[in-house]
């Protein structure tokens, strides 16, 4: 099974770019984030022209996440658990696929950034966390497979971003937000791309200013946590860096995870 992440940074704009990429991946389900579009607005005739059905989870202009999938889904949960009813950031949508092992929990995020708002701001990024956390527990304690995919806005070692782009203050590196992500990974979560490059430069993300791209000045942002037993049937984890040289592309690129 081939699942891939991808935070489009708005669906509309990268349209073409993401219709092109499943034709030539062709993973069976492909998370979205930042759509930036409500969904009477997201482009699903595009994708259904290449074989795959949306589940979308819209807001107009801001966040937005969607499923693109070529195989049947059922989705379980429009929304993270435990966040209050007058939420209307749309960052999470969870679903179940088959498999010829057993029906696998997906959980597509778009984690808040944590650098706007002030304290407030990161406060809310840090009870995310928390609450994405309790969900896994959750749904581990549950027995069932999961994988948790999308941006997390967090960069989980200093080898996870090029020297010199972030400061210590940043909400991707501030210790309270590394400290919730290994809570995840200490709940027997994997973390599929280190499980398979434990070292060096992976990055998901280059700005747009800066040069960042063509210095290779990136960001290892975009992740995708493993149960154990799916954790023990990866057999490949990887970035794809090509889709940052298209012309205007997004500033994030698809991760793509393959379960033997």
């Not at 995310?128 to 070692?157: F, H, I, K, S």
């Not at 023990?232 to 860096?241: F, K, N, Q, V, Y």
Request: with cysteine; proline share 7%; net charge negative.
């Amino acid at each position: 099974m081939r699942i891939a992440t991808w935070n489009v940074n708005s669906v509309r704009m990268r349209e073409h770019l993401v219709a092109d990429w499943l034709r030539r991946m062709q993973p069976d389900l492909l998370l979205l984030q930042e759509t930036k579009c409500e969904a009477a607005s997201f482009p699903a005739a595009s994708f259904e022209a290449a074989g795959y059905s949306a589940s979308v989870i819209g807001q107009k202009s801001y966040n937005g996440v969607a499923v693109l999938s070529r195989v049947p889904v059922e989705v379980t949960c429009r929304g993270l658990p435990g966040l209050p009813e007058d939420d209307a950031q749309a960052r999470y949508v969870e679903l179940r696929v088959g498999d010829a092992f057993g029906p696998i929990t997906v959980g597509n995020l778009y984690l808040p950034n944590g650098n706007s708002g002030g304290d407030a701001g990161y406060d809310y990024k840090l009870r995310w966390m928390e609450l994405l956390a309790d969900r896994a527990a959750a749904l581990l304690a549950d027995d069932q497979a999961v994988l948790l995919a999308g941006d997390y806005n967090v960069c989980p070692t200093d080898e996870d971003f090029a020297r010199g782009t972030l400061s210590p203050s940043d909400a991707l590196v501030r210790p309270e937000t590394r400290a919730r992500f290994r809570a995840l990974q200490w709940l027997g979560l994997t973390d599929a791309v280190r499980a398979l490059q434990p070292s060096g430069p992976a990055y998901t993300f280059w700005d747009y200013q800066h040069g960042a791209w063509p210095q290779d000045r990136g960001l290892r942002i975009d992740h995708v946590l493993l149960s154990p037993d799916l954790a023990e049937r990866l057999t490949s984890a990887t970035p794809d860096r090509a889709e940052r040289g298209q012309p205007h592309p997004s500033d994030h690129v698809p991760v793509v995870v393959e379960l033997a």
